[in-house]
């Protein structure tokens, strides 16, 4: 939320802004809290009921994976501002019998009764953020199942059953939370189902206030009863299709009957000894991969965390690696190959993240001067929650789930208790862009989990949510760990880089010729600031485009979890 014109602000922020602050017990970068260690499990969310259920399932023999899915539904509950089984989900699990990353992509596809024509014929210059025609078949449940088949171990009604009796039984809403709830409900509101569902009579619930939602419980109990294909091809999935037929919508039965998630294989750059993991497009993970390898060809040892050098160079980086985002990540069953061919879309993942390809991006930085437009580069060929758990066997899982801009579409069929995504927003409404609209195609996604390993062993388990912030955030999190050598809690809670207006792979901005827009967090010293004006950077304020951080390490040698979870949304790292 930008508050000032740019000119006005930066005097403001040059008057106001004090040192980066030393916490009080290590004199290191500011931390809220200290880091949480435990020897057996541990996990962090964004809300602190949620951990605690996380860590009840592990207790009672679940593993990791049934751990991050009972958290995840009750975040659906506690969090409806970021999340649900409206949405989508997005996964990576260390598994300590294959002893290798699994990930999975749980995103859905847009209805095949909804065509780019139709659009273009109904006067659509881009796809609406609300309502009915954003909306794309929800992926969350699907890929609970696809996980917990693989890696779970208690059945799943037991998974959800802490969430089924918080619905019925009520829980008291956190701050945060309360607050983004109260923004999205004049929205929203106007939406079929929604008011009814998530409202007291036409008002958000307050913070400390008890909320239920016995329509979710229900609809939880049944996925849990009867399995995956409750909702996608029973009776859930029928009144889905009923409501969107009354209500001018294009999502039906079919739709979700077809769908299914996959199994993928993550994408990897080292950076300076350690391995960081993302998932392949249709998310910008390799985003964060393409901003460090380009960092790495610089000797951040010379700059001070926050220094004009700090910043300058990551911003730029971020430029590149954006505009690259911009052009070449969409769907791989349709890009950058049109007939579904896996291996050209693995080898443009391969070529993006190339030392190869990085030095040549790298030679486009000037030291001391802001670019104001950038190109991709030539090839050879939105409000979200994110949780992370950790078991006794040593399994970790990174996972991020989403509606879209905070509650979704508000788009809510009358007795089920959840919201529909608007993912859909994220295509564009042109012939031949990568991410151009089609029945049955995944759009662009920007939730992202991380992973990094180090010498081929877990180490972190983290993620950042936050739109386009994810892949900036996960960037810096891992420079702050190794370049700046902060614990696991300092490198969430150290002020952060927000570079906005990258020409966008939704088409939302056509293409950068402006140098876009630094924000920095509070917590910058102002010679910095005054810097980076200098070389060129137009710096606003903006309150809150910083993400929210989750992690979980692992000490190799011992096996203790460290956990950690930042000071900007309601959670808690837990551990036993």
């Given at each position: 939320?930008?508050?000032?014109?740019?000119?006005?602000?930066?005097?403001?922020?040059?008057?106001?802004?004090?040192?980066?602050?030393?916490?009080?017990?290590?004199?290191?970068?500011?931390?809220?809290?200290?880091?949480?260690?435990?020897?057996?499990?541990?996990?962090?969310?964004?809300?602190?009921?949620?951990?605690?259920?996380?860590?009840?399932?592990?207790?009672?023999?679940?593993?990791?994976?049934?751990?991050?899915?009972?958290?995840?539904?009750?975040?659906?509950?506690?969090?409806?501002?970021?999340?649900?089984?409206?949405?989508?989900?997005?996964?990576?699990?260390?598994?300590?019998?294959?002893?290798?990353?699994?990930?999975?992509?749980?995103?859905?596809?847009?209805?095949?009764?909804?065509?780019?024509?139709?659009?273009?014929?109904?006067?659509?210059?881009?796809?609406?953020?609300?309502?009915?025609?954003?909306?794309?078949?929800?992926?969350?449940?699907?890929?609970?199942?696809?996980?917990?088949?693989?890696?779970?171990?208690?059945?799943?009604?037991?998974?959800?059953?802490?969430?089924?009796?918080?619905?019925?039984?009520?829980?008291?809403?956190?701050?945060?939370?309360?607050?983004?709830?109260?923004?999205?409900?004049?929205?929203?509101?106007?939406?079929?189902?929604?008011?009814?569902?998530?409202?007291?009579?036409?008002?958000?619930?307050?913070?400390?206030?008890?909320?239920?939602?016995?329509?979710?419980?229900?609809?939880?109990?049944?996925?849990?009863?009867?399995?995956?294909?409750?909702?996608?091809?029973?009776?859930?999935?029928?009144?889905?299709?009923?409501?969107?037929?009354?209500?001018?919508?294009?999502?039906?039965?079919?739709?979700?009957?077809?769908?299914?998630?996959?199994?993928?294989?993550?994408?990897?750059?080292?950076?300076?000894?350690?391995?960081?993991?993302?998932?392949?497009?249709?998310?910008?993970?390799?985003?964060?991969?393409?901003?460090?390898?380009?960092?790495?060809?610089?000797?951040?040892?010379?700059?001070?965390?926050?220094?004009?050098?700090?910043?300058?160079?990551?911003?730029?980086?971020?430029?590149?690696?954006?505009?690259?985002?911009?052009?070449?990540?969409?769907?791989?069953?349709?890009?950058?190959?049109?007939?579904?061919?896996?291996?050209?879309?693995?080898?443009?993942?391969?070529?993006?993240?190339?030392?190869?390809?990085?030095?040549?991006?790298?030679?486009?930085?000037?030291?001391?001067?802001?670019?104001?437009?950038?190109?991709?580069?030539?090839?050879?060929?939105?409000?979200?929650?994110?949780?992370?758990?950790?078991?006794?066997d040593g399994m970790m899982v990174s996972l991020i789930q989403s509606n879209y801009r905070g509650m979704g579409s508000g788009m809510a069929t009358p007795g089920l208790g959840f919201i529909f995504q608007d993912r859909?927003?994220?295509?564009?409404?042109?012939?031949?862009?990568?991410?151009?609209?089609?029945?049955?195609?995944?759009?662009?996604?920007?939730?992202?989990?991380?992973?990094?390993?180090?010498?081929?062993?877990?180490?972190?388990?983290?993620?950042?949510?936050?739109?386009?912030?994810?892949?900036?955030?996960?960037?810096?999190?891992?420079?702050?760990?190794?370049?700046?050598?902060?614990?696991?809690?300092?490198?969430?809670?150290?002020?952060?880089?927000?570079?906005?207006?990258?020409?966008?792979?939704?088409?939302?901005?056509?293409?950068?010729?402006?140098?876009?827009?630094?924000?920095?967090?509070?917590?910058?010293?102002?010679?910095?600031?005054?810097?980076?004006?200098?070389?060129?950077?137009?710096?606003?304020?903006?309150?809150?485009?910083?993400?929210?951080?989750?992690?979980?390490?692992?000490?190799?040698?011992?096996?203790?979890?460290?956990?950690?979870?930042?000071?900007?949304?309601?959670?808690?790292?837990?551990?036993?």
């Open positions: 939320m930008k508050v000032m014109p740019a000119c006005l602000m930066c005097c403001l922020v040059l008057l106001a802004a004090p040192a980066p602050a030393a916490d009080r017990i290590t004199g290191q970068p500011f931390a809220t809290r200290s880091v949480v260690y435990a020897p057996e499990a541990m996990a962090a969310t964004s809300h602190p009921l949620a951990t605690q259920i996380a860590l009840d399932v592990m207790k009672q023999g679940g593993s990791a994976v049934d751990a991050a899915i009972a958290a995840n539904a009750a975040l659906g509950l506690m969090e409806p501002t970021g999340n649900g089984i409206g949405g989508d989900l997005f996964a990576i699990v260390w598994d300590p019998k294959s002893q290798k990353l699994h990930g999975y992509n749980g995103s859905g596809r847009s209805p095949k009764g909804l065509t780019l024509k139709w659009f273009q014929d109904n006067g659509h210059q881009s796809v609406p953020s609300h309502g009915p025609l954003p909306v794309t078949v929800p992926g969350t449940v699907d890929g609970w199942f696809a996980l917990h088949g693989r890696f779970g171990k208690l059945p799943m009604a037991d998974v959800l059953a802490p969430t089924v009796r918080y619905a019925r039984d009520g829980h008291p809403v956190h701050d945060t939370i309360a607050y983004y709830w109260n923004r999205s409900v004049p929205l929203l509101s106007k939406w079929p189902g929604f008011s009814e569902q998530f409202t007291f009579d036409g008002r958000a619930p307050r913070t400390g206030e008890l909320w239920k939602n016995p329509n979710l419980a229900n609809t939880l109990e049944t996925i849990g009863r009867e399995g995956r294909d409750a909702f996608y091809k029973g009776d859930i999935a029928r009144r889905i299709d009923a409501y969107f037929r009354e209500h001018d919508g294009f999502l039906r039965y079919e739709d979700l009957a077809a769908h299914e998630g996959e199994w993928v294989e993550p994408a990897s750059a080292n950076y300076r000894g350690v391995d960081v993991w993302e998932l392949p497009p249709n998310g910008q993970g390799i985003a964060a991969l393409q901003i460090l390898e380009i960092l790495e060809g610089f000797d951040f040892s010379k700059f001070e965390f926050g220094s004009a050098e700090h910043v300058h160079l990551f911003v730029e980086a971020k430029k590149l690696a954006f505009a690259d985002r911009a052009r070449w990540y969409a769907d791989p069953d349709y890009f950058p190959a049109r007939d579904g061919d896996r291996a050209k879309a693995k080898a443009l993942v391969g070529e993006l993240v190339s030392e190869q390809y990085a030095a040549k991006r790298r030679a486009l930085i000037n030291p001391d001067r802001a670019a104001r437009s950038v190109d991709a580069g030539i090839l050879q060929h939105g409000d979200t929650i994110y949780l992370t758990t950790a078991d006794k859909g927003e994220q295509f564009v409404l042109k012939a031949g862009h990568p991410n151009s609209f089609a029945p049955g195609k995944r759009p662009f996604h920007t939730i992202i989990p991380a992973f990094i390993t180090k010498d081929g062993e877990p180490w972190v388990s983290f993620g950042l949510m936050g739109g386009a912030m994810q892949p900036q955030g996960h960037a810096q999190i891992v420079m702050n760990l190794v370049d700046f050598g902060m614990n696991l809690q300092e490198a969430g809670d150290a002020p952060r880089i927000q570079h906005d207006g990258s020409t966008d792979p939704a088409g939302q901005v056509a293409e950068m010729n402006d140098g876009g827009v630094l924000n920095l967090e509070t917590g910058f010293p102002y010679e910095t600031i005054r810097a980076l004006m200098r070389k060129g950077h137009t710096i606003e304020f903006a309150d809150g485009p910083y993400g929210g951080y989750q992690a979980i390490a692992r000490d190799p040698e011992t096996g203790v979890y460290a956990g950690a979870s930042e000071s900007r949304k309601d959670g808690q790292a837990a551990g036993y």
